[in-house]
């Protein structure tokens, strides 16, 4: 019905940046909220930042000042600016959406993740 796809992931010395997208396809009528996710080895996963239909936004609180999401409702895709970054931002990075289909249902679901490194 719907499927996430991650991108824009890789190895970036600390201080750099990165650009992560997750762009949504199948049967979709609208994005709700929209978020991303990270989860580090040995680590729990955590709430790196959310966007709502109308905007609105929040962020964990270690990425707050640094990292931006915003969406491009016309690419059903969700995007996560990630400047001043810090090896311990190093994880795979989930997007997580919950997704109003054309048949009228919503529907949650994860994508496949897509790593950061963050290394000198």
């Known amino acids: 019905q719907v499927q996430l796809v991650e991108s824009g992931g890789g190895l970036v010395q600390p201080g750099g940046s990165l650009r992560l997208s997750c762009t949504a396809s199948?049967?979709?009528?609208?994005?709700?909220?929209m978020g991303w996710y990270r989860q580090a080895p040995e680590k729990q996963r955590e709430l790196v930042a959310i966007i709502t239909s109308g905007g609105s936004t929040n962020y964990g609180d270690s990425v707050k000042g640094r990292f931006t999401i915003s969406r491009d409702n016309a690419k059903n895709t969700i995007y996560l600016q990630m400047n001043s970054l810090k090896p311990e931002d190093t994880a795979v990075y989930f997007c997580?959406?919950?997704?109003?289909?054309?048949?009228?249902?919503?529907?949650?679901?994860w994508g496949q993740g897509t790593q950061v490194t963050v290394s000198s």
């Open positions: 997580n959406g919950d997704i109003l289909l054309k048949n009228g249902y919503r529907f949650a679901t």
């Open positions: 199948g049967n979709i009528w609208d994005m709700h909220h």
